[in-house]
């Protein structure tokens, strides 16, 4: 137990007494998905197509907001950048999945432009961190990322110096930083790069851990210990995807502050 | 056992083996859930998103229609309204689930402008209904209601007797009324909240019972008392949503309706 | 164990080590699944919306196609209709799920102009594939076939020698030709035709077979061995659909090539 650790905990303390409500403006794979982690660990999830049901939303009762450009259309992006706009005058953090950045064009400059609007975090695996950050395109696996996430290290700070948001870079060991500070955490398990639509999700938990947090660096820190530690828990007894899938909704919702206290493995990054 | 209880288990017999085609246009989130749990329970599921296709198939197969707002777009308000008007020429009954309204402005309207061609049935959680029924306006919970389901059973009479549609009012105990009779159902368990779609996909259940009822009346309990049934016997058995959402497949597959005689747990609500 | 399996065992082989990326353009019910089978068999999913970026795909880290006009629509067909062109210019392997065509006047029309660009595979159920080899109308029971699979034997050797491409009729008995040699599956279970999408998804994996087999045909008997002997293993231990959609992708999961060889039930079809 330390102090990082505990903070992670009282962040999910607050989510389960806050129930943030999260809006999820996301790919068509993974919607069931997001919901139910989201569900899972406290929140309350919404997802709307129209940009006026956004805009009400935003001005009535979210709490926070997920854009993730995963299957992104025309029409979805001048939303997606609409919402963005109606969030910041809303006063709402969101979040940005930059889904594949750098492997596909349109995407790209999509992204570039949502990042005219800062978000409040940042989450993708390193090739997309490094793409986002304009060091180099990522190489081809799809959604799955190239590079190692310690790789992306330097790329996530100077992003998260040019954007202010915190950037959280995942992997077998995931990187939180603000451009000052960076946290890495070791929780998690392979296995959830094997079920479609779980580091998606994140991204919605994430929005949920800002409306429940200090600082954005201690909600995407929070995000990565509390998605890490129920994954690496469900896939002791589930290693295999299909139960894996089901065994992490369900560790997510039995899952405690005390959990996260006792089980994060959490430690700064030293220059 | 009891009249009520005996007609609720004759609809699941009849659904059994008439196995109605049930075409769902409803949102992005709950398709496959939808899909999923009017299969286990007997029905074939269909969803279509053109307008001549829906045409098409509402006036060759299909035994019934669900509409759910929970993700509109113009362009699906569109295909929604064209489709209630086929619905009608073609006989069909359908279903209206009215997602949120009341919260968001554009699906209110939307929702009151389907209502001018009558659904057969109406379902939705206590805020909605009193919402659809211009009561007063929802407070802010996202899709969750922010009342309880007894409140709104003089809004849901109201709407039965405007529209001439059942409606059901879901929530811990189920309110099933034409306006002039009303059957309150009090099999359910709460875990149903927890995972997405178990709701909307009860609209889908709801048009497979009317294509399988006597009366729109009848269809509302028998839906109420399946679902409800279901839900309270998988819980049992998986009290975490993860593994929840697929015992309940198991249990919707498995149920008779001996189980639904036996176990439903219905009522006269007195005036 | 005869050539036959093993010939399935080796495309099961080749695909683990291999990792295709599939491009799937699918319908909205279906996308989880398509996306979790496809990775527990060993494939890359990938699913895109706008134009622009399925270009950039094809032109760059695909390896295979998935075209399924399941919830078709005017501009889905669009796409459709440019990326069967931008596959055959980029040389990559694309299958045609032509659901509920026959049914459908919109989609029936659109897979006679897709055909002009010639698939690798032609995935269908009899009644899809009698109505797309012109032979006669399919019955009325939405994506449900109304035929049984040896019914639509004819049809399928005429398309595929039309077409140029291997068809697969899926049925109780599945049947894979390249309109000179047939080869009959006996593996599969009832239980997977009520789970939504399974079907959908062995799209998804033609396409990956397609991209680790030497012939279209060895591809398309591939695809029918591993995904029937994965659900009569799955259906052995979980006998309902809930637990069973879990099961059939733990067991895709722990497939070996060894499976393949020893319970491929696989045979000549005489003429």
């Known amino acids: 137990m330390n102090t990082l650790s505990h ?14 409500l999260i809006l999820s403006l996301t790919n068509n794979v993974v919607q069931n998905i997001t919901a139910n982690m989201l569900l899972a660990t406290g929140g309350v999830p919404v997802m709307l197509t129209h940009s006026d049901e956004i805009r009400d939303l935003l001005h009535s009762c979210a709490n926070g907001m997920l854009i993730n450009v995963g299957t992104l259309s025309e029409q979805q992006a001048q939303t997606m950048l609409t919402a963005v706009k ?11 999945d930059p889904v594949a950045v750098g492997l596909l064009q349109y995407r ?3 992204c570039q432009e949502l990042l005219q609007t800062p978000p409040a975090m940042i989450r993708g695996n390193a090739s997309e961190i490094i793409a986002l950050a304009g060091a180099e395109g990522a190489l081809c696996r799809g959604v799955e990322s190239s590079a190692e996430s310690k790789a992306a290290v330097a790329a996530a700070q100077a ?14 060991t995931d990187y939180a930083t603000d451009g000052t500070t960076t946290i890495a955490c070791h929780n998690g398990d392979e296995i959830m790069t094997r079920v479609t639509g779980v580091g998606c999700a994140m991204g919605a938990l994430a929005a949920a851990c800002l409306a429940s947090a200090d600082t954005p660096l201690q909600a995407a820190v929070a995000t990565a210990a509390i998605l890490g530690i129920a994954g690496e828990r469900a896939a002791a007894r589930a290693p295999r995807p299909g139960s894996f899938a089901a065994e992490l909704l369900d560790t997510l919702d039995a899952l405690t502050p005390d959990d996260i206290a006792l089980s994060a493995r959490l430690e700064m990054v030293e220059e």
């Open 7 to 20: 903070s992670a905990a009282r962040v999910l303390d607050t989510l389960r007494s806050k129930r943030p």
């Open 108 to 110: 790209t400059a999509i």
């Open 159 to 172: 992003l998260a110096r040019r954007t202010g948001a915190a950037v959280l870079v995942t992997g077998e």
């Open 86 to 96: 109606d969030a910041r005058e809303a006063g709402i953090p969101w979040v940005l």
